[in-house]
């Protein structure tokens, strides 16, 4: 089943053109057939990630919004704190499972990281870090899964809205 995804980059120095995480993400996300629905990238401004993401959020056309960035302990790091402002459910065995892959890579530094997801107007939020290791590691080790209908027990997908619409 093909995934709709909206990508944002949350940064104050990058732009499309170097934005290296981003465009790993939008790698994987071609080689795992899904389609990237739209792409953008945003100051570290709480204001404007929850404009963009509230737009996200009410398009039919998104099943997942992935945002890279802004997740760690520096005082422009906010992007979990807009993540909360429009969470309908937290989804904390995410983050909780992301920091156990990321042990492997990054040993201890892990702990840095406020990596985490939530739902929002029937959407998945993933907020990965905006390293391009975390969101290789966020990405190969739980998303590919995770947005694959065939995996198994069970996967983000067979619980999308518009599943159950049909």
């Known amino acids: 089943m093909i995934v ?11 732009t499309i053109d170097n934005d290296k995480s981003g465009a790993i993400l939008v ?14 990238i945003c100051k570290d401004n709480k204001d404007d990630i929850v404009l963009i993401l509230k737009e996200w959020t009410n398009n039919k056309n ?9 997740t760690g302990l520096t005082g422009r790091d906010i992007t979990p704190e807009a993540l909360g402002e429009i969470a309908d459910k937290h989804i904390p065995g995410f983050g ?10 990054v040993g201890t530094s892990s702990i840095q990281s406020r990596a985490c997801a939530i739902l929002s ?4 939020i993933f907020a990965l870090p905006g390293s391009s290791g975390g969101v290789t590691d966020a990405w190969d080790g739980i998303l590919k899964h995770q ?6 027990p069970c996967n983000f997908v067979e619980l999308f809205p518009r599943l159950k619409e049909k």
């Open 27 to 40: 790698d994987k996300i071609a080689k795992a057939n899904h389609k990237l629905i739209d792409r953008k």
């Open 62 to 70: 998104i099943d997942v919004i992935i945002t890279t960035g802004g």
């Open 96 to 105: 909780e499972v992301f920091r156990t892959i990321s042990l492997k890579t």
């Open 4 to 14: 709709n995804i909206a990508l944002l980059t949350v940064t104050d120095t990058r």
């Open 147 to 152: 947005l694959d209908i065939n995996h198994k």
């Open 121 to 124: 107007n029937g959407k998945y």
